[in-house]
């Protein structure tokens, strides 16, 4: 059984593990804030194209050809000035790694989506060296607690995920105001997943978690 996660204060850097380094909440915080921004300008541009349980799917393309899509399940919700959650998942793909798979499993959740009333929408930005960063924008705390129960969304987590990353940062945070608040995403906690371990033992995973003092503004 894996061991309880480490605790990591503000400033801690692990030469052995560099994705945790300090200097990547903030890059990441830079990305999750140009996928907010680009889910602002499609609500404020674009009007819900399809009816009913379904969701509208954006494909645009951003600085150095590079893809964004964007997934946006509740106008109404994201139009509002109401504060939102927000989840950022960067993970560190394996050299080499299957991609179908992980194709598969976007398809289910994406079908899935319908049923998280409070998911409002789902980002993914293509990054540098061929990764990817993801923003999920929630109506509520409740809302992340319901996606979490996702039978689904927990195998994809607990048996997907392993094999197609090394590593992963986890980033919970909010957005004041939600999208037309004028206020920055807030990161407040930051968990680590290293899934290959100081052996490189698979099936191992190592886990830590940063608390920030006072939130971590993304700009």
Same mark, same amino acid.
């Given at each position: 059984?894996? !061991? ?5 204060? *503000?400033?801690?850097?692990? &030469? ?16 999750? *804030?140009?996928? &907010? ?25 951003? &600085? ?13 919700? =994201?139009?509002?000035?109401?504060? =939102? ?37 789902? %980002?993914?930005?293509? =990054?540098?060296? +061929? ?29 997907? %995920?392993?094999?197609?990353?090394? !590593? ?12 037309? +608040? ?16 100081? *052996? ?7 886990? &830590? ?11």
């Amino acid at each position: 059984m894996d !061991s309880a996660p480490i605790a990591l204060d *503000e400033r801690t850097i692990l &030469a052995e593990r560099p994705f945790t380094h300090p200097r990547w909440t903030a890059a990441d915080g830079r990305a999750m *804030e140009r996928m &907010a921004a680009r889910v602002r300008e499609l609500v404020l541009r674009e009007r819900p194209r399809v009816k009913g349980r379904r969701l509208d799917l954006f494909y645009l393309e951003e &600085a150095e050809g590079r893809s964004h899509r964007v997934v946006i399940a509740h106008w109404d919700a =994201l139009r509002r000035g109401a504060s =939102l959650m927000v989840v950022g998942f960067f993970g560190q793909r394996r050299p080499g790694a299957d991609e179908l798979e992980v194709h598969m499993a976007d398809s289910v959740l994406l079908q899935e989506f319908v049923d998280h009333p409070d998911l409002l929408s789902y %980002s993914s930005l293509q =990054l540098a060296h +061929g990764q990817w960063g993801n923003l999920v924008l929630f109506r509520r705390v409740e809302g992340l607690q319901h996606w979490n129960r996702s039978p689904f969304h927990a195998r994809v987590a607990a048996e997907i %995920s392993p094999r197609y990353y090394r !590593s992963i940062r986890l980033h919970n945070g909010r957005l004041p105001g939600g999208l037309f +608040g004028g206020a920055p995403i807030r990161i407040v906690q930051t968990k680590y997943y290293d899934f290959a371990g100081p *052996e490189g033992a698979p099936g191992h995973c190592w886990r &830590a978690v940063r608390t920030y003092q006072g939130p971590t503004l993304s700009r």
